[in-house]
């Protein structure tokens, strides 16, 4: 069986190193090709996964007509995800977007009306989809265990964006003081800042856990650094008809959740009408309390099925069976949490609540 081939379009986001090492790793498929217009972001890439000199692009429609290829993923800054997707669509690709999902609500709807036609898939990759614990959490929320959601509290972030490469390579201190100089996460114009890096995921999954459900209005207060023109720390409260969620993002944690939890531990607890739970980022159990068991307990996370797991093999199980996407990966899903980080960033600009944008 000819193997599903995947596009690499730029390498602006240094996740695209870890989506194609699960491509490379995948034994149904193969790297069809790779663009940036900077070869040189492309060098580690092009050793790690062999990847042949044919199939090495710095032209984006030559890469976009490679032979063989089904599955376009796109690590770009962020402002620009909504051309690479109208790049992409016309050849007669499937998308996956690594997250967040766009620079504004505009933006995020060329992509879906881009896409709208194709017969082919736009997904968004959140990470933390992927993660057992919080995958395990709206299990038991979809099972009733705390009854009816009311509370979202999400805290999550990392170092900052520029001490660590594909596969979590360490950066110093030292050259991270560099690169922020030139680096687009520092750049407002390119979509940089710890508000668009890492709302997303708590707007996103927050609405995956309520089923959709999205708040009447946004309060949102970001970090001014002087000499740093992007917030590194922002705080969100979104008011629900049923109540209040707090969404908070922060460049400079502690230490890296992924090697070792800061204080506070990034993740979620949600809160029902009936119980709790805690669901930590990279733990192997969630914590629960409700009516019936009050005391805090500890619920081992769930074991996720194949083609469940990680973003390409999930991609490629529906390419496969033509199945939809769903859940945080679901364009449609994803735009209420776009309105909600459209909404944060018009509410910070000029410390006021707003109405959630349209």
């Known amino acids: 069986m000819a193997k599903f081939g995947v596009l690499g379009l730029s390498f602006d986001h240094m996740h695209m190193g870890d989506l194609l090492r699960e491509v490379w790793d995948h034994p149904e498929a193969e790297i069809a090709g790779i663009f940036d217009t900077d070869p040189s972001r492309m060098a580690t890439a092009i ?8 199939r090495v692009f710095t032209d984006l429609g030559q890469c976009l007509a490679a032979p063989g290829a089904d599955l376009a993923i796109v690590c770009s800054a962020t402002a620009e995800h909504a051309d690479y997707v109208e790049a992409a ?10 997250k967040p999902f766009a620079a504004s609500v505009a933006d995020a709807r060329r992509m879906m009306t881009a896409m709208a036609d194709t017969g082919r898939h736009l997904a968004i990759n959140w990470p933390l989809a992927w993660y057992p614990c919080h995958v395990t959490a ?12 009311i509370e979202v509290h999400y805290y999550d972030g990392n170092r900052g964006p520029l001490y660590h490469l594909a596969d979590k390579v360490e950066v110093s201190p030292e050259e991270v003081e560099q690169q922020k100089r030139t680096s687009w996460w520092y750049k407002k114009a390119s979509g940089g800042g710890s508000l668009l890096d890492y709302l997303g995921y708590g707007a996103t999954l927050g609405t995956w856990f309520m089923d959709g459900a999205a708040p009447i209005e946004v309060t949102s207060v970001v970090d001014e650094t002087p000499g740093v023109e992007v917030d590194q720390h922002s705080i969100t409260v979104c008011r629900y008809a049923q109540g209040l969620s ?10 890296d959740p992924w ?19 805690a669901s930590y980022d990279y733990e192997d159990h969630v ?7 009050p005391a805090a307990t500890p619920v081992p996370v769930d074991v996720l099925p194949e083609g469940r797991r990680a973003p390409i ?37 000029e410390k006021r609540t707003v109405e959630l944008v349209q």
């Not at 707090?246 to 230490?255: A, C, I, S, V």
């Not at 914590?287 to 068991?293: D, G, I, L, V």
């Open 287 to 293: 914590t629960a309390q409700t009516r019936e068991t």
């Open 259 to 277: 090697t070792l939890q800061p204080q506070p531990k990034c993740g979620f607890v949600l809160v029902g009408t009936d119980g709790t739970i």
């Open 89 to 98: 669509a016309p050849n007669g690709l499937h998308v996956l977007v690594e």
């Open 313 to 349: 093999e999930y991609m490629l199980a529906r390419i496969a069976d033509g199945q939809p996407i769903r859940g945080p990966l679901e364009p449609s899903l994803c735009l209420t949490a776009q309105r909600i980080v459209d909404s944060a960033v018009l509410s910070a600009a």
């Open 47 to 54: 050793s790690n996964f062999e990847i042949p000199d044919s």
């Open 246 to 255: 707090k969404l908070e993002t922060r460049w400079g944690t502690f230490t």
């Open 138 to 149: 709206k299990r038991l929320i979809d099972e009733g265990t705390i009854g009816d959601l």
